[in-house]
Each structure stands twice: as C-alpha cells, then as structure tokens.
C-alpha cells in the first residue's frame, strides 16, 4: 500500500504560481512511476503530467506543457507539480498517483487538492 496525501492548492489569480506537494508514505516511492491529474466540475478526470520512477522522463498534457513542471524526489518520498501562468481553465481537484513501472494503470490515488483560478 502506499499512502498520497496533496497539498499546496488554494486560489491563485490568473497568471499566478502554484507548487502542488504529493507526499507518500508506506512502500518506497522511489519505486513507482508518478502522475498528476485533474477533475473540473462537470467534467472526467484528465491526465495532467507524469514523471518516471527514476525522475528522468516526463510527459505532458498540452494543455499544461511549458506552464507546469513535474518533479520528484524520491529521498524525500515527495512529488511536486510547479504550475505557473494560471489560467481560470485550470481550475480543479488536483491528484497525485502512483503506479508500478511499466503498468499501464495508476493503483493508489490521493484525495486530492483544490486549485482555482481567478479571471
């Protein structure tokens, strides 16, 4: 099992700054493949970003690429995501998730963290 727990969301005018912060505990975070996804009202979850288990690969949505950064460190069993130029659009419960590497589903989700931007 391993255990997420979201912070660092609130309410940001648009073109501010966020850090989200994903801290994990339980089995070694070091060994699983990180993401990041969103809810808006109204609308399914989408994928955001993902880092590997190693830090050294990423992916992005485009909706978010060259806005957001994602980053981890794994001594420290946390995971980040670095959102800059906020648009009202990427208001949403923000969750971070883990999964085995190579699997193609997530198995342990967060409860996520509320982000919203105002125009």
């Known amino acids: 099992q391993v255990q997420l727990v979201e912070s660092g969301g609130g309410l940001v005018q648009a073109g501010g700054s966020l850090r989200l912060s994903c801290a994990a505990s339980?089995?070694?975070?070091?060994?699983?493949?990180m993401g990041w996804f969103r809810q808006a009202p109204g609308k399914e979850r989408e994928f955001v970003a993902a880092?590997?288990?190693?830090?050294?690969?990423?992916r992005y949505a485009d909706s978010v690429k060259d806005r957001f950064t994602i980053s981890r460190d794994n001594a420290k069993n946390t995971g980040y995501l670095q959102m800059n130029s906020l648009k009202p659009e990427d208001t949403a419960l923000y969750y971070c998730?883990?999964?085995?590497?190579?699997?193609?589903?997530?198995?342990?989700w967060g409860q996520g963290t509320q982000v919203t931007v105002s125009s």
């Open positions: 998730a883990v999964k085995q590497w190579g699997a193609t589903s997530y198995d342990y």
């Open positions: 339980g089995r070694t975070f070091g060994n699983y493949d």
């Open positions: 880092i590997t288990w190693s830090g050294l690969n990423t």
